[in-house]
C-alpha cells in the first residue's frame, strides 16, 4: 500500500515539473492536468483505507489481549480450591431435590386450598338465589328471573374478585418456599469463581446471573403478575369472561344449570392457570439451579484441563501471544506510515 502511494506521489511530482516547464506544449500540460486529477482519488483512496484498516487492526490487538487475559486465569483456575467447588455441587442437588418435592407438594396444596374456597363460595351464592331447601334438599328455584339477574350477576363478580385475590395470596405461599430455596444459593461462592476468569468471562457470567435473579425475583414474587404466554389476558380478564358468558347468555334470567356450569368453568381457569404457573416456576428454578450446577461442573473441567499443563506449554503460548502482538505492530506502524504522508 505504501508503494503505491509512493508511486501516485511521484505521478504528481512528475506532472507538476512537466506543467512548470514552459517548453511543454499545452496539449501534454492538459494532459498533465488530467492525470493529477485523477491520481488525487487513488491517494485519498489509499488513505481512507489506510485508517479503516487501522480501526480493524484494533480489534486484532484486542484479541490478543483477550487471548493474554484469558492466559493469565489459568492459574487462577488451576489453584482455585476443589474441595469448596465440589461442596457447592453437594449443596446444589440437595437444593434441586428439594425443589422438585416442594413444587409437587405446593402445587397439590395450591389447588387443594383454591378448590375448596371457591366450592364453599359457589355453594353459598347458589343456595342463596336458588333457595336451597335443607329440609327436602331440593333447590326452590331452577330460573333467578330478569330483575333479580342483575343483583346475582353483580354478586358473582364481587366472589370472582375475591377469589382472584385469594389465588395470589396462596399461590405467593406456596410459591415462597421455591424462592427461599432459591435465595438460599450461595452467590458469593459463585462470583469467587466467576473472578478466577478473564474479564471478558467474568462481564458474560455476571449479566446471566443478574438476568436469571432479575426473572426469578419477578416471577416468584409477582406471580399472577407475569403469566404464561398462553394467557392473552390479566387473571382477572380471564375469570371475567365466563361471569359475562352467563349473564349475557339469556336476556329473560339465570338458569340453576348455566350458574352451575359457569361456576365449573371459573373452578376449571383458576386450575389450570395455578397448574401452568407452578410448571413454568418451577421449571425457572431447576434450570436455575442445573445452569449453576454446569457452571461449576465447567469450571473443574477447566481446572482439571490447566493444572495439567506444563511450563513449556505456557511459555510456547506466551511467545505466540507476543509474536502475534509484535506482527500487528509493524502492520501498524506501515499503516500509520501511509495516513501521514
Not at 328455584?141 to 350477576?153: A, Q
Not at 382472584?164 to 444459593?185: D, G, H, M, P, S
Request: aromatic share 10%.
Amino acid at each position: 500500500m505504501n508503494e503505491y502511494l509512493k508511486v501516485f506521489q511521484a505521478i504528481t511530482q512528475f506532472s507538476d515539473r512537466l506543467l512548470a516547464d514552459e517548453y511543454q506544449s499545452v496539449e501534454i500540460k492538459q494532459s498533465a492536468t488530467h492525470l493529477s486529477l485523477d491520481v488525487e482519488p487513488c491517494i485519498e483512496e489509499i488513505k481512507q483505507s489506510a485508517l479503516r484498516l487501522k480501526e480493524l487492526l484494533q480489534v486484532c490487538f484486542k484479541d490478543v489481549s483477550q487471548a493474554e487475559d484469558v492466559w493469565n486465569s489459568k492459574p487462577r483456575i488451576a489453584k482455585a480450591s476443589v474441595v469448596d467447588v465440589w461442596e457447592q455441587i453437594g449443596e446444589l442437588s440437595g437444593c434441586d431435590v428439594r425443589i422438585r418435592n416442594l413444587a409437587k407438594q405446593g402445587k397439590y396444596d395450591a389447588v387443594v386450598k383454591i378448590r375448596k374456597a371457591w366450592s364453599d363460595k359457589a355453594t353459598k351464592l347458589k343456595n342463596q338465589w336458588f333457595l336451597w331447601d335443607k329440609n327436602q334438599e331440593v333447590f326452590k328455584r331452577d330460573t333467578i328471573g330478569f330483575f333479580e339477574k342483575d343483583n346475582l350477576h353483580k354478586e358473582l363478580r364481587n366472589e370472582v374478585d375475591y377469589q382472584a385475590e385469594r389465588v395470589i395470596l396462596i399461590v405467593e405461599n406456596e410459591l415462597n418456599l421455591i424462592f427461599k430455596e432459591l435465595q438460599a444459593i450461595d452467590i458469593e461462592k459463585i462470583e469467587f469463581c466467576i473472578e478466577c476468569f478473564d474479564l471478558y468471562s467474568q462481564s458474560r457470567f455476571r449479566q446471566r446471573l443478574q438476568s436469571i435473579g432479575g426473572e426469578i425475583v419477578s416471577k416468584f414474587t409477582e406471580p399472577l403478575k407475569y403469566l404464561p404466554e398462553s394467557y392473552g389476558k390479566t387473571f382477572r380478564e380471564t375469570l371475567k369472561v365466563p361471569v359475562e358468558t352467563l349473564v349475557h347468555k339469556s336476556k329473560m334470567g339465570i338458569s340453576l344449570i348455566d350458574f352451575e356450569e359457569s361456576c365449573k368453568v371459573i373452578g376449571a381457569i383458576v386450575d389450570n392457570l395455578i397448574l401452568e404457573i407452578f410448571e413454568e416456576r418451577v421449571k425457572l428454578a431447576i434450570q436455575t439451579v442445573e445452569k449453576a450446577l454446569m457452571f461449576y461442573n465447567n469450571f473443574l473441567e477447566k481446572q482439571a484441563r490447566y493444572q495439567q499443563e506444563t511450563s513449556e506449554q505456557r511459555a510456547a503460548e506466551k511467545d505466540w501471544m507476543e509474536y502475534q502482538r509484535q506482527q500487528l505492530k509493524e502492520v501498524q506502524h506501515y499503516i500509520d506510515a501511509v495516513i501521514s504522508h
